[in-house]
């Protein structure tokens, strides 16, 4: 349960909102502007009808306020007055009503974007621990649920709220202009209304809280479920998922009915006090029309504007239970963006165009914030251009040991060096750029063949992309696809092959021209025939650069210069006779 605020931790929140609003400053004055308009308006709607009561039916002058505003040809009849007044303001109030919707749905929505915008880059630098542990559907609902609250709280809360208080202050002082008496009485309740909303924003925020920790916890299970839909539904288990998304979504109906509840007692307890206060004003004032002391056309003006004073009045309340729920959702999306990205990058960090590929790994420990190590005192050199072999069971640490070369995480003790340089004093930027990266679940995007292949490269020339395609054996099938390399891939390219996906990202190798080859069992779901085909791209591939191969098929590592094995985290033994090696261990299979 989230801790009950203070007022400072209110205010550095409302603050913090309006500095990722800043690029909005002038369209959010633009509505506050119209907001104020808004009093103008209202003050003149009920108008017409004190024209039409005191003036029309009982004969009296028209007001002097009216009087003196109006061209001398329309005094001649105060019921055309009244009748044209009425259009008036009614084309006012829907031509205010445009604009101010206009604005504020543009203003909202693109606030909105920027927002999230903001949310998934910092999201994709976040460590990977992160998203493992917490799951990626977390970050998720915080990017597409939390990140809305933006908009609804500064155009739907703050600024109607401030709207709401002017308009409140310009029907006491009208009221007042009428009969000061309803006015103080009318102003009674204002302080009443302040200590209830106060005594209920606790209550509020934590239930609102604990409603948005559901909700992200319901919707979780429907990404973890459709993400891996394939094996759900291999083991016959939909129903299962089904049962298990009820269970949550029962917690959050529980949670919300809490929290309506108390946004109900607040909304009920306001309106009997607003009530209370019409009862005392109708009641003086009828007495003082009773004593000659008002008109009923002034009685009538003061009850329409009484029902306007109040109306801001009950609009505040309602925005303050709102403004709960979305303060919930923006601390949320505001605690994703106040974590740290992992691997951070130096201020002073150096530049790098292009590595000659020497790496050097110096006593590198490494554990995921368990405390169980993962990789333990790691120490090789490998020269620039040479071709290395990694080799290991299942949770040897290969693959961890990539994600350190590659910066994806950060030793916990020693250091990796790329040319003599400390990974951790380099742009990562320009880190990243020195590797090339084919693995064994190969990821495509739901956009075109050539985008895909271009990934590394957006900036490549249509030329380029064939050229990558042709050297990695890809070029044939792909044109051979119903829009050559137009044809969309679909999600994850799942609609290809095993080993068409491979050669396209063999294709996205070559195209990136890396210095850095890394080889993650890049053979391992196709079959002898597919496999021959990709290791001819991947021969033409390796050439010229330091490449790392992780495969668990003998034959594929004859060709290099060094091998290391790994057991548990720990390097077991580093041979450069790699083809005594593998013909030792292929005699002894």
Same mark, same amino acid.
């Given at each position: 349960?989230?801790?009950?605020?203070?007022?400072?931790?209110?205010?550095?929140?409302?603050?913090?909102?309006?500095?990722?609003?800043?690029?909005?400053?002038?369209?959010?004055?633009?509505?506050?502007?119209?907001?104020?308009?808004?009093?103008?308006?209202?003050?003149?709607?009920?108008?017409?009808?004190?024209? @039409?009561?005191?003036?029309?039916?009982?004969?009296?002058?028209?007001?002097?306020?009216?009087?003196?505003?109006?061209?001398?040809?329309?005094?001649?009849?105060? !019921?055309?007055?009244?009748?044209?007044?009425? =259009?008036?303001?009614?084309?006012?109030?829907? =031509?205010?009503?445009?604009?101010?919707?206009?604005?504020?749905?543009?203003?909202?929505?693109?606030?909105?974007?920027?927002?999230?915008?903001?949310?998934?880059?910092?999201?994709?630098?976040?460590?990977?621990?992160?998203?493992?542990?917490?799951?990626?559907?977390? &970050?998720?609902?915080?990017?597409?649920?939390?990140?809305?609250?933006?908009?609804?709280?500064?155009?739907?809360?703050?600024?109607?709220?401030?709207?709401?208080?002017?308009?409140? &202050?310009?029907? +006491?002082?009208?009221?007042? *202009?009428?009969?000061?008496?309803?006015?103080?009485?009318?102003?009674?309740?204002?302080?009443?209304?302040?200590?209830?909303? @106060?005594?209920?924003? $606790?209550?509020?925020?934590?239930?609102?809280? @604990?409603?948005?920790?559901?909700?992200?916890?319901?919707?979780?299970?429907?990404?973890?479920?459709?993400?891996?839909?394939? +094996?759900?539904?291999?083991?016959?288990?939909?129903?299962?998922?089904?049962?298990?998304?009820?269970?949550?979504?029962?917690?959050?109906?529980?949670? /919300?009915?809490?929290?309506?509840?108390?946004?109900?007692?607040?909304?009920?307890?306001?309106?009997?006090?607003?009530?209370?206060?019409?009862?005392?004003?109708?009641?003086?004032?009828?007495?003082?029309?009773?004593?000659?002391?008002?008109?009923?056309?002034?009685?009538?003006?003061?009850?329409?504007?009484?029902?306007?004073?109040?109306?801001?009045?009950?609009?505040?309340?309602?925005?303050?239970?709102?403004?709960?729920?979305?303060?919930?959702?923006?601390?949320?999306?505001?605690?994703?963006?106040?974590?740290?990205?992992?691997?951070?990058?130096?201020?002073?960090?150096?530049?790098?165009?292009?590595?000659?590929?020497?790496?050097?790994?110096?006593?590198?420990? /490494?554990?995921?914030?368990?405390?169980? @190590?993962? +990789?333990?005192?790691?120490?090789?050199?490998?020269?620039?251009?040479?071709?290395?072999?990694?080799?290991?069971?299942?949770?040897?640490?290969?693959?961890?040991?990539?994600?350190?070369?590659?910066?994806?995480?950060?030793?916990?003790?020693? &250091?990796?060096?790329?040319?003599?340089?400390?990974?951790?004093?380099?742009?990562?930027?320009?880190?990243?750029?020195?590797?090339?990266?084919?693995?064994?679940?190969?990821?495509?995007?739901?956009?075109?063949?050539?985008?895909?292949?271009?990934?590394?490269?957006?900036?490549?020339?249509?030329?380029?992309?064939? #050229?990558?395609?042709? #050297?990695?054996?890809? $070029?044939?099938?792909?044109?051979?696809?119903?829009?050559?390399?137009?044809?969309?891939?679909?999600?994850?390219?799942?609609? /290809?092959?095993?080993?068409?996906?491979?050669?396209?990202?063999?294709?996205?190798?070559? *195209?990136?021209?890396?210095?850095?080859?890394?080889?993650?069992?890049?053979?391992?779901?196709?079959?002898?025939?597919?496999?021959?085909?990709?290791?001819?791209?991947?021969?033409? !591939?390796?050439?010229?650069?330091?490449?790392?191969?992780?495969? $668990?098929?003998?034959?594929? !590592?004859?060709?290099?210069?060094?091998?290391?094995?790994?057991?548990?985290?720990?390097?077991?033994?580093?041979?450069?006779?790699?083809?005594?090696?593998?013909?030792?261990?292929?005699?002894?299979?």
């Amino acid at each position: 349960m989230a801790a009950t605020p203070t007022s400072a931790g209110l205010f550095a929140l409302y603050a913090r909102v309006f500095r990722e609003a800043k690029r909005f400053r002038p369209h959010l004055t633009g509505l506050l502007l119209l907001g104020m308009l808004g009093t103008p308006i209202g003050l003149l709607m009920p108008l017409p009808v004190t024209i @039409a009561v005191d003036s029309v039916i009982g004969g009296k002058p028209l007001p002097g306020a009216v009087a003196g505003a109006v061209p001398d040809w329309l005094l001649v009849s105060p !019921l055309a007055l009244a009748v044209g007044l009425v =259009v008036v303001v009614a084309l006012l109030t829907q =031509v205010h009503g445009l604009a101010d919707r206009m604005l504020r749905d543009w203003t909202g929505q693109r606030m909105v974007a920027d927002f999230r915008a903001k949310l998934f880059l910092h999201a994709q630098r976040l460590a990977l621990v992160r998203h493992d542990s917490k799951g990626i559907s977390d &970050a998720l609902n915080r990017i597409e649920d939390d990140a809305s609250a933006i908009q609804w709280q500064i155009s739907h809360v703050l600024l109607p709220f401030v709207t709401s208080a002017a308009y409140f &202050a310009g029907m +006491v002082w009208v009221t007042a *202009l009428i009969n000061a008496r309803l006015a103080i009485v009318a102003l009674a309740v204002s302080p009443l209304f302040a200590l209830l909303t @106060a005594l209920s924003h $606790h209550r509020l925020r934590s239930r609102w809280d @604990a409603v948005c920790e559901k909700d992200s916890a319901a919707k979780s299970v429907l990404h973890e479920t459709l993400s891996a839909l394939r +094996v759900v539904r291999a083991f016959g288990q939909e129903e299962r998922e089904v049962k298990r998304f009820a269970e949550r979504t029962d917690d959050l109906i529980r949670s /919300f009915m809490r929290a309506a509840l108390a946004e109900s007692g607040l909304g009920f307890l306001v309106s009997v006090l607003l009530a209370s206060g019409t009862a005392v004003v109708l009641y003086i004032g009828v007495t003082d029309v009773q004593a000659g002391a008002l008109t009923v056309g002034e009685l009538l003006l003061a009850l329409s504007y009484l029902a306007q004073l109040y109306q801001p009045l009950q609009n505040m309340g309602h925005q303050v239970a709102a403004q709960q729920k979305l303060m919930a959702n923006l601390r949320r999306a505001f605690a994703l963006l106040d974590e740290k990205a992992d691997p951070a990058e130096r201020p002073d960090a150096k530049p790098m165009l292009r590595a000659r590929g020497d790496i050097v790994f110096s006593d590198v420990s /490494f554990d995921h914030g368990t405390g169980r @190590a993962i +990789v333990q005192g790691m120490t090789f050199a490998i020269p620039a251009g040479s071709r290395v072999g990694i080799v290991g069971k299942s949770g040897a640490g290969k693959s961890s040991m990539i994600g350190l070369l590659t910066r994806l995480y950060d030793p916990k003790a020693g &250091a990796v060096y790329l040319d003599d340089e400390d990974l951790r004093d380099l742009r990562l930027a320009d880190l990243r750029r020195q590797f090339a990266i084919v693995g064994q679940d190969t990821i495509l995007f739901s956009t075109t063949v050539a985008a895909n292949i271009a990934y590394g490269r957006p900036d490549a020339t249509m030329q380029e992309i064939v #050229a990558a395609a042709k #050297a990695a054996d890809a $070029h044939d099938f792909i044109m051979r696809l119903p829009e050559g390399y137009d044809t969309p891939v679909g999600e994850r390219g799942m609609r /290809f092959s095993g080993g068409e996906r491979q050669r396209i990202a063999l294709a996205r190798a070559f *195209l990136c021209d890396a210095p850095i080859l890394i080889l993650d069992e890049p053979t391992s779901a196709v079959d002898l025939r597919t496999e021959q085909a990709i290791m001819n791209g991947v021969e033409r !591939l390796m050439e010229g650069r330091t490449t790392f191969m992780i495969t $668990h098929r003998l034959a594929t !590592l004859r060709d290099c210069d060094m091998l290391i094995e790994m057991e548990a985290g720990r390097i077991t033994g580093i041979t450069t006779d790699v083809r005594h090696w593998v013909s030792g261990m292929t005699l002894a299979a």
